[in-house]
T-cell receptor, first 114, second 116 residues
Framework: AQSVTQPDIHITVSEGASLELRCNYS??????LFWYVQSPGQGLQLLLK??????LVQGIKGFEAEFKRSQSSFNLRKPSVHWSDAAEYFC????????????FGTGTRLTIIP | GAVVSQHPSWVICKSGTSVKIECRSL??????MFWYRQFPKQSLMLMAT?????????EQGVEKDKFLINHASLTLSTLTVTSAHPEDSSFYIC????????????FGPGTRLTVL
């Protein structure tokens, strides 16, 4: 079955430390891949997206993600987190062009400690 | 940027009543809007796809008579939860797409519905 998996429900990191959030997908072909962040009281904000081309994608707020076809993964990274990065992060996919429906992973809650 | 608003941000209602949630694209015209439902500490589940001027397309398992969607203009879609019951309590989120840019959805801040 087609699915998006975020193995980590909750991650805690210290401010200034590096971050990696995992995302795996199970689709027949490479889907379009997205990372969104959800903060309380705010709508989901798109951090970055991958459709094709360079497998290392740069996004907003200093985030980047790397697409690895061999591992069916699209992990989100940030070299140094800030307290304002505390939020819920969702990986999402669109199966292919023309199919607009987003399927979300279960999300990873990020807590930042001083 | 593309801004999407929702109103109200939260609502409490009695069981059996109906509640309408508005979703507006403030600075662009949205031919397609989506409605999602999010349970606490869970992911977003697509409920329906709303196209301006046509009937909404509901996902499997979503009761179309319970969740009425109207997309009367290019900037407004509404979700009406009819005869609400406590199990309808949830966080409802809408998103909108720009015409010709179907690769990205812009999300509203969500509406918290509590049915007593």
């Amino acid at each position: 079955a087609q699915s998006v998996t975020q193995p980590d429900i909750h991650i805690t990191v210290s401010e200034g430390a590096s971050l990696e959030l995992r995302c795996n997908y199970s689709y027949g072909a490479t889907p379009y891949l997205f990372w969104y962040v959800q903060s309380p009281g705010q709508g989901l904000q798109l951090l970055l997206k991958y459709f094709s081309g360079d497998t290392l994608v740069q996004g907003i707020k200093g985030f980047e993600a790397e697409f690895k076809r061999s591992q069916s993964s699209f992990n989100l990274r940030k070299p140094s987190v800030h307290w304002s990065d505390a939020a819920e992060y969702f990986c999402a996919v669109v199966p292919n062009f023309g199919n607009e429906k987003l399927t979300f992973g279960t999300g990873t809650r990020l807590t930042i400690i001083p | 940027g593309a801004v999407v608003s929702q109103h109200p941000s939260w609502v409490i209602c009695k069981s059996g009543t109906s509640v309408k949630i508005e979703c507006r694209s403030l600075d662009f015209q949205a031919t397609t809007m989506f409605w999602y439902r999010q349970f606490p500490k869970q992911s977003l589940m697509l409920m329906a796809t709303s196209n301006e001027g046509s009937k909404a397309t509901y996902e499997q398992g979503v009761e179309k008579d319970k969740f009425l969607i109207n997309h009367a203009s290019l900037t407004l879609s509404t979700l009406t939860v009819t005869s609400a019951h406590p199990e309808d309590s949830s966080f409802y989120i809408c998103s909108a797409q720009r015409p010709g840019a179907t690769d990205t959805q812009y999300f509203g801040p969500g509406t918290r519905l509590t049915v007593l």
